[in-house]
Each structure stands twice: as structure tokens, then as C-alpha cells.
């Protein structure tokens, strides 16, 4: 690694050092140069400081930690030695309640364990007929030579088909609702902030209040009316609703609620990032494209898959793949120690945020040929790297409940939409940022090409 001239040196001579990294300024540290360019930041971090980094970003101590088997450690091997980072909690909870991504302990693992039987393989295969239906619908209503913007018609997309398969019922006309609501709250969790107090009257704290109002108004609403006939459904939201714990108690409408926006929150837009990026690499690369275009063909024949089609479809799964390690939409994990860790001989103290940086690791020329080129091919090669060297659900315990929904509908909605037709973008350049997910700095925008057959 390259030595720096500002560089954060500390005494070698304990077992466990302090880690290096840049100076920061008082009380802000490092908050001044991760606002301007948070993803160069965390490059140059890991560029010239190597795996384990005191990154002091705002006003808590911050390390980044990006060597695949210190990742391993800490979301598997020795899990029960961190817990979600404070600074996850506090970002997320006046959104997300109590909800599975923030909660911990006790309550996580019963909620956790409530909440499985939904993403079993069994139930992914019956929501994979919605996944289809709603993919041909959207594919019907596109014309030849239209201009359309892939973020907004697969976060729309991915939304309806969350709720159908979870919720056991349809949105309406409040899609669009649910949508500004989430992107007026998600303002919130940009740049500076991050880490501004919720109860300053900034323009982006009124926006989510706003908008986090307006959630609450119809989740609860759908709680309402699923109340007298939760009984007899077998959807998630009707589980929730029925649910008792040793005591005989049922969840608070609080608690359903928490579950109920996390699960919009995270099953939308992950999945439509992942199919905005997919479709728009795929436009930069023709000869990715064709490829892709011609398995569906030789498999499908011109028509939408089904479940059963997917395992004849390896090239579809490594163009999804290879878009999650391009541009993760978890750009970073971050833990918190319970006590003191040393990791690579590095201490990382009790109660710091460690981050994981997907967006770092999913890049590294140790484990990734041209890592910069989107390249779907190496998926299809027994390549030798690392376990966490691609991890772009978690891992660990903590694992993204819903990535195996997630992986079958970006497949599912991908090969529908390139067997039929062909995605032109309208700029093959993309800029991206972190917020609460990797998102466009721009509208993602395509041209609509009949596919000839």
C-alpha cells in the first residue's frame, strides 16, 4: 500500500495497533471529504491505507474494514461479537421503527423467525407466477421508439410485485403514492444530512416528516382492512396480523407496521436498482446483450420464463450477478463491536462503526479481473476468489431475508423484458451515489428497440 503524507500514525509496539488513515479536522474528522465524493473517499481509503482503516467520518469514531476474510469474521465466524452499528439505527429508525433491519436481539430472532416462512422455496416459487405476470404486463404496455426511465417503471414494477406476493393484495392507484413518499423520506439519509439532528427544521427533516406521515397513513389503512380476514389468508401480512408469542400476545399494530415498511422500504428498491443497472450495462455492451438475447431464444423461444426455466438460464443469472457486484445497491454493511476487536492485528474498539464497503471490495484487482468492465462472462468461470469477495446481501445471520425473492424476480423481469425487447440507453454514462442505497445522481433513461427474432 502507498504511504501518505497525512496519514494516522499510532504506536506499533502493543499487540493490537490503531489502524492508520487520513486526518480528519476536529469534532467532524473525515465528514468534509466523504460529503464531497463519499465513493473516492472510501477508494483512496482502502487504496492507500490497505484493509483496515480509521476512516473518522462525523461524530463518532469509523473504521473501514475490506479484506473478504476480516468481513467473513465479522458477519459470520464471529458474528456474535458485533451488532448493528449505532449509526444504522439512528439513521434508520425514525423510518423503520423497530423493523428487521434495525431491531436486535430477542426481538429480531422472533421476528426473523416469524417472517421465514415467507421466503421459503416453495412460496418464492408460487410469487414467481406474479413476478411473471406483472413483468408482461409492463413489457406489453412499452412501444417501439418510446424513451422510458428504467429507475422509475422497475421501482414501480418491483413495488407491485412485493406487494401481490407478500401482502396479498394490489395498490391501486396508490403505487405512485407509496413512491414519493419513500423518495421525499429518503432525502434524509444523503450526504450532510446523515448526520444532522431529525429535530432541526432543515428543508430535507420537514421532506421526511412529511413523507414518513403519509406511509404510516396507508400501511396502516392496509392493516385495517386486512384485520377480519387474516385468519383465513396465507399471505405475510395476514401472518404478522395472527401471530402470538408464549404469552398468547399478538404484535402491536406499531410492530406490523415497522415490519411492513421495511419490507416496502428494502424489497423495492433493491431489486429495481439491480434491474435499472442490469439493463442499462447491458445497453453499454452489445456483445454482453446478444449473448443474452441469444440464450433466451434457444431456451424460451419469445416467451416470458417461468421458475422452471431459470436453471436453464446461466447467462441471464450472471448478467444479474455481475450488475450486484458492479454497482451493489448495499454500497456498505456497518457493525458495531461489543468489545474490543483486533482484526489483522488492528484494535477496533468497543462501540465504533465499522464499515463494510461493498462498493470497494466488489472492485478489488485482488479477487476481480478488469474489475471496472461489466463483464457477466467471469460467472460462468470457476474462478478462485474469496467467499466475501462478493457479498451483496450480507452475510452472516443478518443475511438480506429476501435475497433469494430478490434474485429470482431480477431474473425473472430481465429475461422477460430482453426476450422481447432491446434497452437503448439514452447516455451510456451513469453516476451514482450513497444514500440509503446506491442510487442514480440522474434519471436512468432508454429507448425501447423491437427486438428482431
Partial sequence: MTASTDARTA??????????????????????????????????????????????????????????????????????????????????????????????????????????????????????EIMRAEAIRVTDRWSPGETIRLDDE????????????????????????????????????????????????????????????????????????????????????????????????????????DEVVTLLAAGHDTTALALTYAVHLLGTRPSAAERLAAELESVLDGEAPTMADLDRLPYTEAAVSEALRYYPPTHATAREPVEDVTVDGYRLPKGATVFLPQWVVHRDERWWDDPETYHPERWLDDSDRPEYAYFPFGGGPRHCIGHRFALVEARIVLATIASRWRLEPTDETLSVRPAITLRPTEPVEAVVRERTR
Avoid at 492508520?20 to 473516492?40: K, Q, T
Wanted: aromatic share 8%; hydrophobic share 35%; net charge negative.
Fill in 11 to 128: 504506536p506499533s509496539s502493543t499487540d493490537a495497533r490503531e489502524p492508520p488513515g487520513p486526518n480528519g479536522l476536529p469534532v467532524i474528522g473525515n465528514l468534509h471529504r466523504y460529503v464531497r465524493d463519499p465513493l473516492s473517499f472510501i477508494e483512496r481509503c482502502a487504496r492507500e491505507y490497505g484493509d483496515v482503516v480509521y476512516t473518522n467520518v462525523g461524530p463518532m469514531e469509523s473504521y473501514m474494514v475490506s479484506h473478504p476474510s476480516h468481513i467473513e469474521r465479522i458477519l459470520v465466524s464471529e458474528s456474535d461479537r458485533f451488532r448493528n452499528a449505532e449509526l444504522g439505527q439512528g439513521r434508520l429508525e425514525p423510518l423503520f421503527g423497530n423493523g428487521l433491519v434495525v431491531s436486535e436481539g430477542e426481538h429480531w430472532r422472533r421476528q426473523r423467525i416469524r417472517m421465514q416462512p415467507a421466503f421459503r422455496p416453495d412460496r418464492i416459487a408460487a410469487y414467481a
Fill in 154 to 257: 422497475f421501482r414501480r414494477l418491483s413495488l407491485r410485485i412485493l406487494v401481490r406476493s407478500l401482502f396479498g393484495t394490489d395498490l391501486d392507484d396508490r403505487e405512485d403514492e407509496i413512491l414519493e413518499a419513500f423518495r421525499t423520506t429518503t432525502d434524509r439519509f444523503e450526504g450532510a444530512n446523515t448526520w444532522l439532528p431529525g429535530w432541526l427544521p432543515t428543508p430535507a427533516n420537514r421532506r421526511f416528516e412529511r413523507g414518513r406521515q403519509r406511509l404510516d397513513e396507508i400501511v396502516y389503512e392496509l392493516i385495517d382492512r386486512r384485520r377480519d380476514d387474516a385468519a383465513s389468508r396465507d399471505d405475510l401480512l395476514s401472518a404478522l396480523l395472527t401471530a402470538e408469542d408464549d404469552c398468547g400476545e399478538r404484535m402491536s399494530d406499531r410492530a406490523i407496521r
